[in-house]
């Protein structure tokens, strides 16, 4: 537990660039289809705001045209005077064909600036002329205006008798369209900061499978090269101090045979490990009697001149009686190796009740680091199999934890499910 973080610094530093990535690519694709989308998004708004304009104009245009008429060859202007659509917020001038030239005859500027006269004397001579409309962007007092100049017609004879011009302020639609565009981007700013920080998240969490995989695999590689160096290195001693010496030869084979027998528990607990951190040693739950499954490893695992007293309460648990054994081995095994003081014997207590397995041992207890107990490369071997006895409290909904002994010693708690349903 303590050694976790440490073991996956090298995996977390690999992934957290492949997070970082993976982030970096989803804002971008995001930026990308958002700038699309905006572009498109202005581009549709501004045709239409300019559909709208020139609708507006040519209908104010066809509404000024109907309002002049000719009375006893003059021009009357006075239904213009009375009507709103040419005392709107639409400019209307309007000019009146003479032999040579055209007048203006009728002025309404609207919220307009003053326009210089030959901007607007140009298109309505030109229409007068041509007897054709005419439409073009100005500028009108450093603000562009959209104008639009039609002829209108002398009712009897149809000839062309002069030209309408309307003129629109564009400030205000610019202004719109602008607004629209920063409301975008200040919109697709938002979005690509939540869609980052969710990328990063959706990262994060889909990578996780992958850290807690590698962080498994390079904690049992540290466990293995640990658990199998230390014996290794103790049977190689132990054999050149045998040859060397042939009269320590029997005291040196009695020392390589335990450390062979340590050797094999190694390689047994890690082949469990690794069956379990692969998924290949599934979880079968059946019933079973706690009390009898501890009769049985206290059995075979505590041996003369070691003593274990066992208290057990029948219980019956719903799990996995392999799995089980092999946790309660670990720690009967690990009480009796580490909880006695020099070489006296081991004399430990086991307590089973109903989903709880209690181990008391009388060692040198914890000290001030308890968590070094379940540390696979701990100096003194002790974590490997305490953290496969973890892992197999926790595969059963249970947990192991250790606790300092009033005086000396150290207890181990197993829980586990209650009892299973009828």
Known sequence: MGQAQPAQMQTVRRLGALRVRITLLLIAL???????????????????????????????????TALLYYDSGVLQLDRLFADPTANGPIAVYVYEGTRTDVRLVFAHPSTLPVI??????????????????YDTTIIAGGRRAQLLAVPFTHVVTGAV??????????????????????????GGMVFTLLAGLGGYL????????????LGQQERFVADAAHELRTPLTVIRA???????????????????????????????????????????????????????LAEEVVAETVHSPHRAQLSATPAVVNGDPTLVRI???????????????????????IVVEPGLVLIEDAGPGLGDRPARRFQSNAADGTGLGLTIAQWVAELHGGALRLEPRSGRGTTAVLTLPDPSPS
Request: aromatic letters at 2%; zero cysteines.
């Open 30 to 64: 995001n930026v990308v289809g958002l700038a699309g989308m905006g572009a498109v998004a202005m581009i549709v708004d501004e045709r239409q705001r300019d559909g709208l304009v020139e609708a507006e104009l040519d209908r104010t245009a066809r509404a000024t």
């Open 116 to 133: 210089a006269p030959e901007t607007l004397n140009r298109p309505a001579r030109q229409v007068w002329y041509g007897g054709r409309g």
């Open 161 to 186: 008798s002069g030209t309408v011009v309307i003129a629109v302020d564009l400030g205000p639609i610019q202004h719109a369209h602008q607004r629209l565009g920063w409301s975008l981007f200040a």
């Open 202 to 213: 959706l990262a994060r969490r889909g990578t996780q499978p992958a850290v807690e995989a």
């Open 238 to 292: 132990l054999s050149e101090a045998a040859l060397t010496n042939p009269a320590q030869q029997p005291h040196a084979l009695r020392q390589v045979l335990r450390s062979t027998e340590q050797l094999g528990d190694s390689v047994e607990a890690l082949l469990m490990r690794a069956r379990l951190v692969a998924g290949l040693r599934e979880l079968h739950r059946q019933p079973f009697r706690l009390d009898q």
């Open 327 to 349: 946790a309660i081995r670990n720690l009967v095994h690990n009480a009796v190796r580490h909880g006695r003081t020099g070489s006296e014997p081991a004399r430990i207590t």
